[in-house]
């Protein structure tokens, strides 16, 4: 593509055609500041904060929006006059007017993108005072709450549901000023298609969506003395947590992260690895079955909880595809409920299971009725995020870069290089195929790494070879992609054996309930991190796992056995409303 | 129907699966017709609308919820619509809503409990010549009293009348049924169905493709018969079936004609023609006759008999009704004198609904030369010539924007017809659809082919579906005739164009949020650039052009660029529509070259403020556009002019305010309107807007504060420079125009507490004067009661309670109450 030569700020800039602006600005270093805009979603334009002055002819100027406006060939533009600086004064002036005036007691204090702008800008007074909105807040569901009255408008969580995850939960409803964004007939969120993968959360500039906290809940439970307390973590913590704490995306804190849970006072620190590798081996079973039995394809992984709700609102005629093997968040929850339990002798009853996920969907997936053991209690108690997790280590007084590392605790803390690729997109299939393969062909040798599966491409299919046969996989990150590759499966355009879903971009890493900021870079650096972990570890398959192989021994049988059936195998419904 | 009960979907789910198209730009389309058939938009139609065309339920919520139009409750047996656009708010439509609300006990947006009345609030119904104006049950009622409204609704109040017409109109016959398609003989190539491709140079230009005397003589008769020339006919009757003389009581006219020429014989020698609004509305029901010349004004039924009597039977016309004494036809009235009719040439002189008469006058002509002897190139190269600029407002060169879209690669691409005219106050686009349909499609069709467009759309306000109506007979006619669908005039170009209502949005007329509406979405505005001509609807190449833009058209391609340029500035050639109304003695619609005065429309044209007042200021461009000082009068009118003035031209939109217009609450009825209707995307429009109404509110209220005027500066200018779309740009040139030309009107409210146009409720305080003969009538008529007094002793009101209303002043009628 041809060049285009302007100038910012009186420096020359050459930036390909088709660039806007902001990209052009940014390239030279200047800073425009931005609400709405994001790299990931169609351009909004309706924040105005990044407006910039453009020479137009004769002497004239005018003010344009450099997120959306496109260069031209000797273009003169000026991102910082008074009269610019004074536009992006009012706009941040007019959005206090309709906003809470509650930063003390708000959750995004010092990580919100208003607050900064008001420092950045020296936003000294409430200069408007008048009507603002008043809307209810929504608490409904397990995992996102929505506060409309902190809404700015920008419209990053309608494009996100719309044009990334393809849920459209969301959109703006009336219009001018009494515009708000809410789910279809001023329902609650839990009576809305949303899957509650968290994707608008971590796009949101203010407070208006937040996490469904259940900090309190858990440091009850710490505090009482009556209660035995367990905790899992899933495996994209460990290359995310840094960044709470102010290190570079992609740190590794996997032995800092047991050391800060006992300090907070954990009776036992578990790895949801752990039950990622059993996961391995109960849906690589149901694949080499469905191989000796011809069907049906492809055989659809199911780990990602928000997937699953998807599916069953979007796609329920998947449901004989997928495979029937609990996530490994439940695998481990209920593991620690019965077999740790049973081993250390201690009534289920007394234990408050706590999963610490990079997920929001997590804390739904917990509450679905299935996941419960037979005498009723749930599997897992509560869900922290990533960043309720931090926030609780800093309420503990916890510096996490500055802890020694320590091991999880045995033996359902122990785990392969299988379990922590689930935390990325292709990983939870790579790790499968590494046990599957080492079964269907034996002399094979070790297959552990396969590169169609990996990268950030957001369908990635192929075929591969084991033994003398091809097998067609793909991997699908994202819910707009996976309907694209469902779409295809359904009209009968592209046949698989093997399907990978994970409903957040990147995979568990890019969840819904990491750090923000999480975008594209961030994702890819988090993902590295995961495959330099799985490199370290000494064990990089399921099956090789000592945990595993003693949990079949003494108290599964083996993969697919009645009692892995009844502990690690789940159903699912047809769920309204029905998506479209 | 109860919203509790429940919905039967069986009947909606037979209509979708009728629907040919159910692709998601359709989605308004079958929203409406499901509002149609249940009265509201019941939350199951939704959801079956969302299941069969595949379109999430948020988004149709958020649709819904744009939309003025769109209902989510049920509606009451009468619907009772009252406008308070601007003509008709300076025509005091206040008092009119204040009068409704305490007879129904409702406020506007309201239903009452008994679900007998629903009591909305709109903007405009294009009646703005008749304001105040209010629509009951469909049927439009001009120049509203408190009395009137009383008149009309207590009786449904009481159940004692069932519903009022449903504003339908009887679709009158054509008297002569001979038409262009006929055959002159056996020679002749029209058939059923396939029109000759050269009927129009055969029939208007004697070049018919086989020679015969008898042919010609039957064309010219043909011609003479469709131009109301046959000498056979005694005399023709033009009625003048516009909007306003509709509201007036023409509806009834006709058939009341024609029992009278029975009555004398004389229902064969005489043709009614009903045609669209013949231009001075103010002074309707209109009645022209000719050829023994004679233009009746306010005429009543029971004046139909004389004029058959003494005029049609007698020869003799009927002075009383006549406009004065020495103005008996059109042409002596200054109205009209003073007026450059081009593009309304036709109005009130055809029937809209004949193809025949339009294309005896020519039509159609120059769609055949242009198609079957120039270039694209060609065709864009005159318009560019002729120096024409969009009439919808920008005023953007046409020839350009046709050249841009041109010159684009792709394909597929868009002509739209922007018909949403949401100014209110502004009635052009309205009557030109409702009064000669053919032009516009004539231009249409001719920017389509010079753009190289194969599909069309006129997008048309919601609220005018007379024009809808119109606009679908004539589309079908000219498919019959050859003029639209496959191979036009055997030129092998094909157009289709389909009609799309609005569903009640004034930020749909800008172009880009128009284009959102078309697709199915909620109009917000787009960014630009892309502009719509490089990427438009369905991310085609689409050229967005308004109805006067287009009827401009034909005009220039039959006369020449050099004719269009001969009237007109220099930098805005032409003529342009205004349609007048507010405080002015002769409202309506009006054509002059561009650069005349404004003195001359309002005066010479308008004749001036009705008796008493005295004129201050005038609107132009409606809530975009801004005020200009009766001082100013003198400046030209066109794009230029009226932007240094602070004002726009807008769409032609002309509302006269005097005295007693308050103009602070002027510039706060017009923020209101814009601040009602930003689409809520940019922050700049939706927050500052509401806040600078803020600021007007309180300084109407008397709590302003000097620095107010800096914060109002300040937003404007910020509004203006960073809002997204046009509508946020302009929003702010009301407050401006105000501020820059009647300040102390600012500061009087501001620093003395005072509204000199006696207008703003809070400054004002009633005191009965010592010349009250204590007749008691402002005691009986002050709702709150806080008038007492007794025989020989001047009343007194409690200060206190009294509200303000101004009952006691308007009536006393010894003057002896006082408003200061
Ligand atoms: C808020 C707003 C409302 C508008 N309303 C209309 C309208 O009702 N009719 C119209 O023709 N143009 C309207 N316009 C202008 C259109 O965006 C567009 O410029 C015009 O239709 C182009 O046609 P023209 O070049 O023939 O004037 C409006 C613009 C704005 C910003
Ligand atoms: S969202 Fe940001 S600006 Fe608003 S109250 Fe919270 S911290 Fe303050
Ligand atoms: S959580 Fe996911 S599905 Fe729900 S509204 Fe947010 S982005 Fe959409
Ligand atoms: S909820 Fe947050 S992301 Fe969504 S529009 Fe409001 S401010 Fe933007
Ligand atoms: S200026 Fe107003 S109407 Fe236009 S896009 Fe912005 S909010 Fe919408
Ligand atoms: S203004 Fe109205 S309320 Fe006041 S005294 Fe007169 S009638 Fe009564
Ligand atoms: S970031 Fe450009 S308009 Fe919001
Ligand atoms: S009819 Fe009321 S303003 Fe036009
Ligand atoms: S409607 Fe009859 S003159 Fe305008």
Redesign the pocket.
Known sequence: MKDVKLTINGIIVEVPEGSTLLEAARSIGVHIPTLCHDKQLTIGGACRMCVVEVEGPAGSTRLEPACSYPVREGMVARTNTAEVRNARRTIIELILANHPHSCQTCIRNGRCQLQSLCREYSIGEYKYEGERRHFKQDISSEAITRHPEYCILCGKCVRVCREVQKVYALDFVNRGFSTVVLPAFDRELSQSVCVLCGQCLLKCPVAAIRDKSYISQVERALEDPGTYCTVQVAPAIRASIGEMFGLPPGTLLTGKVPSALRRLGFDKVFDTDFGADMAVMEEGHELLERLKSGGPFPLITSCSPGWVKFMEQFYPEFIPNMSTTKSPQQITGILTKTYFAEQAGIDPSRIFNIAVMPCSAKKFEIKRPEMRLAEGLPEVDAVLTTREFADLLHLHEINLPSLPDEDFDPILGMSSGAGVMFGVTGGMMEAALRTVGAVLDPEGGERLEFSVLRGFGGIKAGSILIGKQEYRICVAHGLGNARQVLDAIREGREQYHFLEIMACPGGCIGGGGQPLPTDDTIRRQRIEAIYAEDRGKAVRCAHLNPAVRRIYKEFLGAPLSEKAHELLHTGYQFRTPRGV | MNKLSKVDLQPLRQVLSAWSDLGPHHLIAVLQKAQDMYGYLPEEAMELISEIMRIPVARIYGVVTFYAQFRREPRGLHVVEICNGTACHVKGADRIIDELVSVLGIRPGQTTDDGRFTLLQVNCVGACGIAPAMVLDGKVYGHMTSAKVRELVEPLLEGIEEPAGTGQRKTGVVAEERTFLDRCCDKCRNAEGTPCPEFLICKLEDKPCHDDEQCAAYRRELRNLLRFEAERYRAHIFLCKGLTCEAGGAAELRHLFEEELSRHNLLQDVEIVETGCQGLCEMGPVVQIKPLEAFYCRVKPEDVAEIVAEHIAGGKPVERLLYSRDCRIEADIPFYKNQERRVLSNMGRIDPRNIDEYIARNGYLALYKAIRHSAPEEIIDIISRSGLRGRGGGGFPTGRKWATARTEQDPVKYLICNADEGDPGAFMDRSLLEGDPHRVLEGMIIAAYAIGAHKAFIYVRAEYPLAVKHLQTAIGQAGRYGLLGGNILGSGYDLNIEIFQGAGAF?CGEETALIASLEGKRG??GNKPPYPTEHGFGGHPTCVNNVETFANVPLILAHGPEWFRSVGTQSSPGTKIFSLSGKVRYTGLVEVPMGVSMADIIFRIGGGAPEGGEIKAAQTGGPSGGCIPSALMNTAVDYDSLKELGSIMGSGGLVVTDDSTCIVSFARFFLSFTQHE?????IP??EGTKRMLEILERITRGQGKLADLDDLRNLCHVIQRT???G???TSPNPVLSTLRYFEDEYLAHINDKRCPAGVCRSLLTYHILDNCRSCGLCAKNCPVACISGSRGAPYVIDQDACIKCGKCYEVCPFNAVART
């Open positions: 930020v917000m505005a930003s689409c809520g995307k940019c429009c939706r809002s997204s779309c509508l946020g740009q």
